[in-house]
């Protein structure tokens, strides 16, 4: 199993959601963030002061996801988040050793 | 004990002297003016369009510019200046500037605590005088609240509490009174309509110094004190203007084509320093933004309002305009030389009432006579007038300071300074 982490654009999510159910995602977390990457923050300007905002606000994504769909569901991802612009996030990737689900106390890939 | 056993017989004595004292000593010529319903209704209903303008107005204005742990810290200092003042000025703001002049300096103490202010007509008016006693009140309670611009974010709230009475029988009344109140700045002639010098110069230069000896706020130029409500900011913008129409048309003191031609005047430069301050910031920053538009509106508004009831349609347009630029010029200044004035009452109220009240000098023709219409000499008069204003606020405020500073201190601590106002001062919170 995999847990995928994703940094997005918030006016992306909607598409992503649409996508990732149509591939078959069950379920996923969603956050608002801040943060920076290579892009760094911006600038804002209040009666003539400028103020560089570090912390650029994201939406992150976190799904647990069986091994066969990784292929399928980081392609997806990748497209629907995708503008072309600079600060369009990241998507991390890591092994997921346990799942359980609370309500029976299943575990592994039947409880994702 | 002796001291208030003292205080209480002194207050007796004033008491019984006013009561039995004549209380229409006011009506000179000994009857009264008849009463006229429209202009009393208007007034009335300025008064109430001047509350509007500080409550909630000035402290919707105000409370978006702010960080959201201080905006109800910002909203408390208007609102209880508002209740404060209102209150001084009853007992005894009134009298000192309205009542009959001692010296060309200061009026007398006829109507302490109000007595004596009744139904009959205000001298030269066909409104009560109470009518006109509370249409000034509310010009007292806007003037101070305006000035708490200038520290917001961190005053200490019994040090606000004692600012305010202080400043406001000690610089307001005076001043209202040399000017509208039959004082030295009346005999000579200066034109000051709705407040260009009163309510503008003195809140914005008592702001100026506020802002020096409170010092910059703690991590101002490192962390970022962007405005945390800015839809806040615009409301109250909104309501300023609205209320703005009370203020300036309702200082003509009656419903006529005076309190229409400053009606008209009020609007369109309030709609030119929008434009203007707009245009200038695009100009510099390449971006207009909604905070520039509102600020210059305020801009237009304050600078228009000594010459409302004395100028023409273009000239306000004039007047709107080249507020919105140098209000702005005044901003980037303060940027420029550091000095702390959060938001912003020196550059749009103490510069814009400045120039306004050079303006009114320049392009008065309604009723009265500037430069531009072959009376070079009230320009001088206007000159002495936003002089004189300036250089006894800056005094008058830079002593209270030092008085409040000693009894209780000006700021909070800097530990209650980076908690907030809000928690720190009041124990509340606005968003939970």
């Known amino acids: 199993m995999k847990l ?55 939406v992150k994504l976190e799904l647990a996801i069986a091994d066969d769909l990784e292929g399928k569901i980081l392609d997806t991802l990748r497209t629907a988040a ?15 050793n346990i799942v359980i689900r609370i309500r029976t106390g299943e575990t592994g890939e039947g409880a994702l | 004990m002796k001291h208030s056993t003292f205080s209480f017989m002194w207050l007796l004595v004033v008491i019984l002297s006013v009561c039995c004292g004549p209380a229409t000593v006011w009506a000179q010529d000994g009857t009264p003016g008849a009463i006229d319903t429209g202009d009393t209704a208007w007034i009335l209903v300025s008064s109430a369009f001047v509350l509007c303008m500080t409550l909630p107005g000035l402290a919707l204005f105000y409370g978006g510019l702010v960080r959201s742990k201080n905006v109800l810290g910002t909203l408390m200092h208007t609102a209880i200046i508002l209740c404060l003042i209102s209150i001084v000025w009853v007992l005894l703001g009134y009298t000192l500037a309205f009542g009959t002049d001692v010296g060309g300096v200061i009026g007398s103490l006829e109507f302490l605590f109000s007595l004596g202010v009744g139904q009959d007509a205000y001298p030269g008016t066909g409104i009560p005088h109470l009518a006109f006693m509370v249409f000034q009140l509310m010009f007292a309670a806007i003037t101070v609240a305006l000035i708490t611009g200038s520290f917001a974010e961190r005053m200490k709230f019994t040090a606000l509490l004692l600012f305010a009475v202080l400043w406001s029988v000690l610089i307001y009344s005076p001043l209202a009174h040399w000017v509208w109140g ?20 003195s809140s914005g230069f008592a702001a100026l110094v506020c802002a020096l000896m409170l010092g910059q706020r703690k991590g101002y130029g490192v962390e970022s004190m962007v405005p945390h409500n800015l839809p806040m900011t615009v409301m109250g913008t909104g309501l300023l203007w609205f209320g703005w129409f009370g203020f300036n048309a309702g200082s003509a003191l009656g419903a006529n084509g005076g309190a229409a031609s400053a009606f008209v005047a009020t609007h369109i430069a309030a709609c030119a320093g929008g434009i203007s301050w707009m245009g200038a910031e695009w100009l510099r920053t390449g971006k207009p933004t909604m905070l520039g538009v509102a600020s210059g509106i305020i801009a ?30 005044a901003v980037v200044l303060k940027i420029r030389l550091g ?6 009452v020196v550059a749009i ?3 814009g009432g400045f120039t306004g ?33 300036l250089v006894f606020v800056v005094v008058g405020t830079f002593v209270i300071l030092k008085v409040v500073d000693l009894v209780v201190g000006l700021r909070v601590s800097s530990e209650e300074e980076e908690i907030g106002l809000d928690l720190s001062q009041h124990s509340e919170r606005a968003y939970s």
Do not use: N
């Open chain 2, 339 to 344: 000095y702390d004035d959060s938001l912003d």
């Open chain 2, 349 to 351: 109220h103490g510069v």
């Open chain 2, 182 to 201: 039959g004082g030295w700045l009346a005999e000579m002639g200066a034109l000051d309509f709705a407040g260009g010098a009163v309510v503008h110069i």
């Open chain 1, 4 to 58: 995928v982490t994703a940094i997005i654009k918030p006016f992306k999510l909607d598409e992503v959601k649409d996508a990732l159910t149509e591939a078959g995602v069950q379920g996923m977390t969603v956050s608002e963030v801040k943060g920076f990457g290579r892009q760094k923050g911006h600038k804002e300007t209040y009666r003539g002061t400028e103020y560089q905002i570090d912390f650029v606000p994201k």
């Open chain 1, 82 to 96: 995708k503008t072309g612009s600079i600060g369009d996030g990241k998507i991390f990737v890591s092994d997921l």
């Open chain 2, 300 to 329: 237009g508004l304050a600078t228009i309002t000594p010459g409302a009831g004395f100028v023409s349609p273009l000239a306000a347009l004039l007047i709107g305009l080249v507020a919105g630029v140098v209000c702005y010029a």
């Open chain 2, 357 to 389: 009240i050079l303006a009114t000098g320049i392009f008065a023709s309604v009723g009265a006579q500037g430069l531009l219409y072959g009376t070079p000499g009230q320009f001088v008069i206007q000159f002495v007038l936003a002089v004189s204003t």
